[in-house]
């Protein structure tokens, strides 16, 4: 997906498509981004963008050598059918799926 952008201020990546802003929020810390948050617009669903982003996001986090975790429930989910990316759930994973946070 063309056009995503990270913001080093907002802890973040985000794109723009059909004038919907979709976008990952994370936090850095002991060697390790954390994907905090994923939104797309309901509008805008359904196309693979989450998908995009936090692949996006996660191939950032190796790039810089971090390790990937999430608390967010569907960097979550997308870090268990990703093996590759060797990441896991944050320390404020909610065992019964929903946000930590």
Known sequence: MNGIMHSLEK?????????YEAYVTYKIENGCLDIRHTVVPSEIGGRGIASELVKYAYDYALSQGLACIA???YAAVWLERHPEYKGRKSEDWCEDGSCGL
């Open 11 to 19: 802890s973040g990546f985000h794109v723009t498509v059909d004038g």
């Open 71 to 73: 608390t967010c429930r």
